[in-house]
């Protein structure tokens, strides 16, 4: 149950699975048409929905880590730019603050 409805492929592999067998139902049993259609369209909106969530939350990921490793790099720069000398690096080694 975890990877059909946890997953975009599970997502995208169910509903199209009730689309083909709503299609199915629609096509060969006529009184059952308008419901077929109508789950059909349920799975469908369900689908784009997960979807275009599980994308856009991957895009702020995404964003997130850049913006970390951008942080990460400045702070980086800072400490390798900084000008050492015995006694400034004696004194962050008795600071502890390196």
Known sequence: MEFIFGTVWG???????????CAVVAYFIPQFRIYALAVAGVFIS??????????????????????AVRKARADYAKIDN?????????????????
Do not use: C, H, Q
């Open 11 to 21: 997502w995208i592999g169910t509903a199209s699975l009730v689309v083909i067998g």
């Open 46 to 67: 369900a689908a784009t929905i997960y979807t275009k969530g599980t994308r856009d939350r991957a895009r702020l990921e995404a964003r997130r880590k850049e913006e």
């Open 82 to 98: 900084r000008p050492d000398s015995n006694e400034s690096v004696s004194k962050r080694m008795r600071d502890g603050s390196f």
